[in-house]
């Protein structure tokens, strides 16, 4: 679910338990609508400072699977080599009440670049290499209009958010248990450039992957933890002074639960994780209020923490054919603390809400964070649900 969302910093697609194969050779398709929501809650003087994104996609996979030996593991194949492809085209835009003292609105065109591959290999009936790589980058361009006249655009902004991770691991079975480790190292990008600002973040994070996972019966459960840290090398040239460079820390982390039931034609998975971030910029749905900031000599520090809640839903429809339902729901909050590097401005905080009002409440209800798709998978040459 992680290349079709519009999170680009969430936990990896490496956290994820997928459904059992329907067969060693399987194909897939899909598509699926993303939002990412951001709103000043405290902080701001203008009003009602919303922002958001938009992703919509078109996925594509291939699979090759051995599984292991029947009492042995929990549900994970021995051996896999897995292709995903993702490329949303997206939509962002920002703006404020006209109650608001001053406006800053934003809107902008672009598109993800996302891909995801997975090499697992046995080298014995209870052990298993793993190599795995994801891409996922935002790269969009946005017409600014600040003040008035509202219909005539004072600026454009370029902004690209990317991140690039791979991962070696091991994992061991047990019967009905399975403990998989992982180190991993993640490039991360942010960039934020306006004619009045310029933030640029380029550095490496190193980290790991635990995951357990067992299963009785039709039910599999699974706990998984990810943490990544380090130091960002982050330059920022801020109304138009002196360029600063400095190298502030940083960290990506994540803990999630989930619980699997499989039949002979319907999976059903249900899952929860804790996202925390922090980093040295802001480059996907910035507000009216952060902008403002930039070009005022203001740079930025995220810090955020949410939490996922996903649903999946699998019917074999016909022999080799399942198609298959996907639901997330993020809900969350945010601190962007602003400083001046050059020790002139004072600091200021700013509290925002991520994923909208839930239940939504107001006069001028916030939308809700989520993602929602469909697919379809086709096991190559399955003889019907006893293939799978």
């Not at 600002?197 to 998984?224: C, D, H, I, Q, Y």
């Not at 509290?351 to 798709?373: C, M, N, V």
Request: hydrophobic content about 40%.
């Amino acid at each position: 679910m992680d290349l079709v969302g519009a999170c680009v910093f969430c936990a990896s697609m490496l956290m994820a338990v997928d459904l059992p194969p329907p067969s060693p050779y399987s194909a897939e398709i899909g598509v699926a609508y993303a939002t990412l929501q951001r709103e000043v809650i405290s902080g701001s003087a203008l009003t009602d400072d919303r922002s958001d994104v938009t992703a919509k996609s078109t996925l594509v996979g291939a699979r090759w699977v051995r599984m292991a030996p029947a009492d042995l593991g929990a549900g994970t194949p021995a051996s896999e080599v897995r292709l995903r492809f993702a490329f949303p085209t997206s939509h962002d835009e920002s703006n404020q009440s006209e109650q608001s003292p001053i406006t800053v609105v934003a809107r902008g065109t672009g598109r993800y670049e996302n891909f995801a591959v997975l090499f697992r290999r046995a080298f014995s009936e209870r052990d298993s290499l793993e190599l795995a790589a994801e891409h996922r980058r935002h790269k969009i361009t946005d017409l600014l209009t600040i003040g008035e006249p509202t219909l005539q655009f004072s600026e454009e902004r370029d902004l690209i958010a990317e991140r690039d991770e791979v991962a070696i691991g091991w994992r061991h079975r047990w019967k009905d248990l399975e403990l998989a480790g992982q180190w991993m190292g993640v490039r991360v990008q942010g960039r934020n450039f306006t004619p009045q600002s310029s933030l640029k973040t380029f550095g490496n994070l190193m980290g790991g992957n635990v995951e357990l996972r067992t299963s009785r019966g039709p039910w599999t459960a699974s706990l998984l933890a990810q943490g990544l840290w380090g130091n960002l090398p982050t330059s920022e040239q801020l109304s138009q002074g002196p360029i600063q460079q400095f190298s502030p820390s940083a960290f990506l982390e994540a803990v999630g639960v989930s619980l699997l039931r499989h039949s002979r034609k319907l999976d059903i998975s249900l899952s929860a994780a804790v996202d925390r971030s922090s980093v040295p910029f802001v480059s996907l749905g910035v507000l009216g209020t952060e902008t403002l900031a930039f070009q005022s000599g203001y740079g930025p520090n995220s810090q955020t923490k949410q939490w996922f809640f996903d649903l999946a839903v699998r019917d074999e429809i016909a022999p080799g054919f399942l198609p298959r339902f996907f639901f997330r729901f993020a809900h969350g909050s945010e601190t962007v603390r602003l400083t001046d590097s050059a020790g002139v401005l004072p600091a200021a905080t700013l509290h925002i809400l991520r994923g909208g009002q839930f239940p939504p409440s107001g006069a001028r209800p916030s939308a809700p964070e989520y993602t929602i798709g469909i697919a379809l998978e086709y096991g190559i040459g399955a003889r019907g649900s006893d293939s799978r």
